[in-house]
């Protein structure tokens, strides 16, 4: 089945938690869940910066700080490499890595992440 690099990274998010682009959340979509800018790069290109959003709806800043501490522990220190039919593509915790951002309902916790993109493909 190929790979694309758009999906390679959608499935990379989906498996830490529900993962939507960021255009793309259905209007039933159930918290908690994350949102994702998505750049595209190749070889040789300076990495590209992609955002996530975590949403959830608690009164607990430990939940959410749990849920980003999850993306945290999926990338690692180190990066993560998501592979794809071009190559792959290596994901790194970008600087700064990880804000409050405040959100209108009060009773939703919302997370703005900064993910480094490495393009790692021939094409």
């Not at 869940?33 to 750049?39: A, K, N």
């Not at 849920?67 to 915790?93: F, P, Q, S, T």
Request: proline fraction near 5%; charged fraction near 20%.
């Amino acid at each position: 089945m190929a790979q694309t690099k758009a999906k390679a990274i959608h499935e990379f998010f989906n498996g830490v938690m529900t993962a939507y682009p960021s255009a793309a959340v259905p209007d039933d979509a159930a918290m908690p869940y994350l949102t994702y800018t998505y750049s595209e790069g190749f070889f040789g290109d300076a990495p590209q910066a992609l955002t996530v959003n975590i949403y959830a709806r608690t009164e607990s800043e430990a939940d959410i700080n749990a849920l980003a501490k999850k993306l945290a522990d999926a990338i690692g220190r180190g990066g993560h490499l998501v592979a794809c039919d071009e190559g792959a593509i290596w994901l790194k915790r970008g600087t700064p890595w990880c804000q409050n951002a405040p959100y209108d309902d009060r009773s939703i916790k919302r997370r703005y992440i900064n993910v480094s993109a490495e393009f790692l493909t021939i094409d």
